[in-house]
């Protein structure tokens, strides 16, 4: 993005008081938590889409949970990264500020996040697949593949929405409602290919929201949104959080003040 585009999100953002952040499995890449598509996106011989369906659990629970648990063990042990930590902070920058992810990795909580839409649930919960309790599940490695449910004896699964899979409706709601309803929509770290979470954007828009996307390359999203920052989310962030503290920040050389 060039110098002037930028002076003018950032006057903007500093006027801005409601704010939102639609993160993709991009904002944890820094974090060492490999993406779903691209190069890394691969686990042994499979593609992610097609191991998070029900219809690779209903064939084959014991690989589908081998998968889920590499993937568990490989994210327990990480950290948020800074991208995380603007996110999280952004919550005392702007009087509304909420993340709308479609990560399931926990990351955001971790990184002190508490406004937080977790679209497409979460690694670290199964459910009871005949009664549909949910449970949290934080042993990695897991002692059994597949896990049982303790209570019933019956499969559990995780507690994640696969493709063919309702959104949980309040979930999705409430997400729209917020698109709808922001100033200001940050894209992050997402291809942008898998819906509903991909028209989020199309209702900020619509109803009259910049649309701000970072990636490290340009989606599908990319000629519809109002401002492209290419690069790692661990660097755009923290450097547009800089750029704003100076701008609002009434003892700074430049003299600008806030803008609201
Ligand atoms: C960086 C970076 C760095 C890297 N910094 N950037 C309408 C049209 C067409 C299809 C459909 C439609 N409506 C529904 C569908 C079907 C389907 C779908 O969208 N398919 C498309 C693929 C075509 N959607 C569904 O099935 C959804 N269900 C549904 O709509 O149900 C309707 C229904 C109603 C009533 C009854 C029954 C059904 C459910 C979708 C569930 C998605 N689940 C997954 C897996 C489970 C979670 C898990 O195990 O972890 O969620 S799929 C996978 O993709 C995962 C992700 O959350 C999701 C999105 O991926 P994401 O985050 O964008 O990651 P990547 O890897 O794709 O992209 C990473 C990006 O980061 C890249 O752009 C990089 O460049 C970038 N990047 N490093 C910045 N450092």
């Given at each position: 993005m060039d110098d002037t585009k930028t002076a003018s999100l950032i006057e903007f953002l500093a006027g801005a008081r409601r704010v939102v952040a639609l993160t993709g499995a991009g904002i944890s890449a820094e974090s060492g938590v490999p993406t779903?598509?691209?190069?890394?996106?691969?686990?042994r011989q499979y593609r992610a889409e097609s191991l998070a369906t029900p219809e690779a659990f209903s064939r084959d629970p014991a690989l589908v949970w081998e998968w889920y648990d590499w993937r568990r063990g490989l994210i327990a042990p990480v950290g948020p990264n800074p991208g995380h930590e603007v996110l999280a902070a952004w919550e005392e920058r702007f009087e509304n500020f909420a993340v709308i992810t479609q990560?399931?990795?926990g990351l955001h909580r971790k990184a002190g996040?508490?406004?937080?839409?977790?679209?497409?649930?979460?690694?670290?919960r199964a459910r009871c697949t005949r009664e549909g309790t949910v449970r949290e599940l934080?042993?990695?490695?897991?002692?059994?593949?597949p896990p049982l449910c303790p209570d019933c004896g019956a499969l559990l699964r995780p507690d994640i929405i696969w493709f063919g899979e309702p959104l949980d409706p309040d979930v999705l709601d409430r997400a729209f409602a917020l698109s709808a309803g922001c100033q200001a929509l940050f894209v992050i770290g997402?291809?942008?290919?898998?819906?509903p979470a991909a028209s989020l954007p199309a209702a900020a828009a619509r109803a009259g929201a910049r649309v701000i996307e970072v990636n490290l390359e340009p989606t599908p999203l990319t000629p519809y949104a109002d401002h492209f920052i290419a690069g790692p989310a661990g660097r755009v962030l923290p450097s547009l959080d800089r750029q704003l503290r100076e701008w609002t920040d009434?003892?700074?050389?430049?003299?600008k003040g806030r803008s609201s």
């Open positions: 779903f598509r691209g190069k890394d996106g691969l686990w990560n399931v990795d996040t508490r406004n937080l839409l977790e679209l497409h649930g979460n690694i670290w934080p042993a990695t490695p897991l002692p059994r593949v997402t291809s942008s290919v898998v819906q009434p003892g700074h050389s430049s003299g």
